[in-house]
């Protein structure tokens, strides 16, 4: 029996039922668990990184993995983002449905019926492809050529995370000079995206990673000089080594945990002086301690189902640890044991955490409930969700 | 624009947009990721769980938090099963809406909206709650007054987990006390669910463990029997622990795994003369190699949003790795990285995997892709996924 819709709220959803929240509740009204995104320290994240991103002379283009939520890449977009990145042809599907005009596809794919969903989407948006070997570009040019489409291409190098990516240099040059060949396809540059380099904790580490993959990038852009092509487009980085890309020789950022931040990076910009320190912990999750039966420890009720907890425990925020010893100590599916040393927790108590990793723990919300100082504004759909084929 | 739906898809889905697979497909054709149900072996642990329940005198009662799908709890109900558990309230408003006729809810609730919502679900269905806090009662017996309904209820005690629970022996005893003389409530048993004896390796020390928490639960009913109160319904057990529990003085099993079974149950099932050797992997991943740009390693198209590694790492399946040494070694938000150390594994290749850790795998997932010997025949959709509030 579906009640009119709310103000704030799409159609379609039955409020109480379908949604975590309602549009116009207070914070003490939210039932817990739920994961927050204080709108006014998102907005100002999504707004600074642009205004860095435009200082350093590079594009943004956010990845989308980290949200999933078409409204969000809109947020982006229209604060100057040139477009999205996707790892996945169902998270792009659902990013072009939502009003995004451009995805690059960040991720290999290698299975036919991917690229043609690829190509498919090239006829109402742009969508670039990447490529990591020879193998892939004969099926690639006829998944384009069946949709009538010129789809620009990438060439993928290995960073330095050796996980995808080809050797930089000569390979991937040949990879470069095949997809130049193929009718349907466009060389139009290079990813070189060094994913363990995000969470190391030094800063100087992290900035010798990068450099080492720029030497990497440097050594791929002699090959293709040496081909002939042109590669007008470098394509990489993330929320942790975003400055040390934009030195250069990339042309574009991917970053997009800076949306959220979360308690693994907030442990990576402890040190002074980086980048990484000026962005706010805009996810908040909200929950409340349902059994308090021993001394020493409190089980609230945010479990492995609404975080993730692979990149550490989530940093409690309120009550204020610091004074009280409070600590997430691990998480059953549905429950988080805290330690409470000092027996400051009572029953119903209401505890705001920043989760351990972003991308993860978002992925399990179907909502974010969107709130402005203490009142929730919207719900903001987390509409890739789930989407990962 | 919204297509006709195909035979053996909800109406209102649109085909090859909202849900992974369609009925009909031969597995080839599915698009990895993809989770996939083997219904011949759901089927199979679904009735051997419910005989051998029924041959050991013991009520069974599955929890739904593993499965999280309406669909599914019907079946379980069709075989036998007294109704399902549930840990949230958002859970049980699912399994209600899909025809579950009467729901134990398992975890303790605090928040008076929670209650409220529970005591409105026992208008249409059978429900029960828990408390292990002498101050949750009145709260409950408000929700109840409320709703015009009477609703049974347990005193929860602590099995052995050191979570949730009051004190076995008189602490519960009082609360039992509570209940019983709480206008709308009726004392109607104990929950006794022993969390930690789950996975232990050992099925001696499984048994010891679970022999302990029967010593409780003996405590508890002395204590309940001096207060001049009947218990009935003795409720716990696991899929790890369950036959030790119907060995009494339990009256009432909540295996939820089962149904599934995963690596980390297969890992505890290794000790012969088991009954949890009895059960199949029948919830299989399946993943696509998407890079293999470097010897000894592979990267499947399989990462943290398609499968929990928090309970260790899936078990491959399929190509078999007795010969070929492969193994995951771990995963990245999108990506399996998979050893591969004699470069079996080509681009393109399928890999079959059991999910290290069944419950928040499947809560990844909207949808099961039930799959009967070579062929999907069914879409099953995880209808509570995500309702955790």
Known sequence: MPSDPLPGL???????????????????????????????????????????????????RPHAKSHRSAEIARMQIEAGAAGVCCQKVAEAEAMIRGGVPDVLLT???????????????????RITAIADDLSMIPAWSAAARAEGVELPM??????????????????????????????????AGMQAYCGVAQHIRSPAERRAKIEAAAERVRLTLDALERAGLDCPWITGGGTGSWEFEAAGPWTEVQCGSYVFMDADYQRDAAAPGQALGEFANALIL???????????????????????????????????????????????????RVA??????????????????????????????????????RLIRVSARGRSW
Not at 107 to 122: G, S
Not at 301 to 310: C, I, P, R, T
Request: charge should be negative; hydrophobic fraction near 45%; aromatic fraction near 2%.
């Open 286 to 336: 909200l929950t409340t301690v349902m059994s308090k039966a021993r001394p020493g420890v409190a089980m609230c009720d945010a479990g492995l189902k609404v975080q993730s907890m692979e990149s550490g425990p989530p940093r409690i925020l309120e009550p204020d640890p610091g004074n009280s010893g409070l600590e997430v100590l691990g998480c059953a599916d549905e429950h988080a």
């Open 107 to 125: 991720n290999d794919l290698v299975d036919p019926r991917k690229m043609a969903r690829a190509a498919r989407l090239a006829r109402t948006a």
């Open 154 to 187: 990438l060439v993928e190098i290995d960073a330095g995370s050796a996980a995808c990516g080809a050797e930089p240099g000569a390979p991937a040059a040949e990879i470069a000079k095949a997809i130049d060949a193929a009718p349907g396809l466009r060389f």
């Open 340 to 377: 409470d040393p000092n027996d400051l927790l009572r029953l119903g108590d209401r505890l705001r955490m920043t989760p351990g990793h972003c991308d993860p723990t978002v992925n399990l919300h179907d909502w974010l409930v969107g709130v402005r100082g203490d009142t929730v504004e």
């Open 10 to 60: 799409e159609p379609g959803l039955e409020p109480g039922y379908d949604v975590p929240a309602l549009p116009g509740m207070s914070l003490a009204e939210i039932e817990t668990p739920a994961l927050l995104l204080d709108l006014d320290l998102a907005e100002a994240n999504i707004a600074l990184m642009a205004a860095r991103a435009a200082a350093a002379g590079v594009a943004l």
